[in-house]
């Protein structure tokens, strides 16, 4: 198939490497094909940015950009180049720290559809520092880049942390939908 016509497809922000055996490693390829020049290797649950995927002959492909430093594995070289890896061995994940248009800020994405991501650009915390309230936007996918709480904070000391702050703010609204919900029935 020419990969030129291929069809393209945003499926995940991130992905874990999944369905490798446990001793083995993940073939990155220059190209999106089975028997294109090998660029470098990932372990199982190695956590990677994810740029684009798409459909070539029965397997849909996708171009990882680089690890994610917020998981690590002891003596394993993570220096491959960007390439391309078959989905099947992938679990995709649209949560996490994004650069917009190469602006690091700790910006981070909540959720993404089709080509579009929702990405929190500011929130507002109490005096416990507890997240109050969350100012979102939904970002064209071009516009990210996955990164990692260190990469997502810049030229600033330090790694970025709202998004442990996020993430509680979100279960505490959840819980309380639910509780509401449990009472008006």
């Known amino acids: 198939m020419n990969v030129a016509s291929a ?34 290797a990932l372990p199982l649950d190695a956590y990677v940015g994810v740029d684009i995927c798409r459909e ?45 248009n190469d602006d690091t800020n700790c910006n981070y994405a909540l959720d993404c559809q089709e080509d579009k991501c929702d990405v929190v650009l500011d929130y507002k915390i109490d005096k416990n520092t507890n997240v109050i309230s969350l100012k979102t936007k939904w970002i064209h996918r071009q516009k990210l880049w996955a ?19 996020i993430e509680d703010y979100l279960r505490k609204k959840r819980i309380k939908a639910l509780l509401k919900k449990r009472c008006l029935s």
């Not at 369905?19 to 089975?34: G, H, L």
């Not at 917020?70 to 993570?78: E, G, I, L, T």
């Not at 890896?85 to 994940?93: D, E």
């Not at 990164?147 to 702050?165: I, K, L, R």
């Open 147 to 165: 990164e990692s709480n260190f990469g997502a904070v810049g030229n600033q000391e330090g790694y970025c942390t709202s998004g442990s702050m």
């Open 56 to 100: 070539v002959g029965g397997s849909t492909w996708c171009k990882v950009l680089h690890h994610v430093a917020q998981r690590d594995y002891d003596d394993f070289n993570y220096n491959s180049s960007p390439g391309w890896v078959n989905a099947r061995y992938l679990k995709f994940i649209n949560r996490g720290y994004v650069i917009i």
């Open 7 to 40: 069809k393209e497809m945003y499926l995940g922000l991130f992905a874990s490497v999944v369905n490798v055996p446990e001793n083995d490693t993940f073939s990155i390829r220059k190209f999106s094909d089975y028997h294109s020049e090998k660029t470098g």
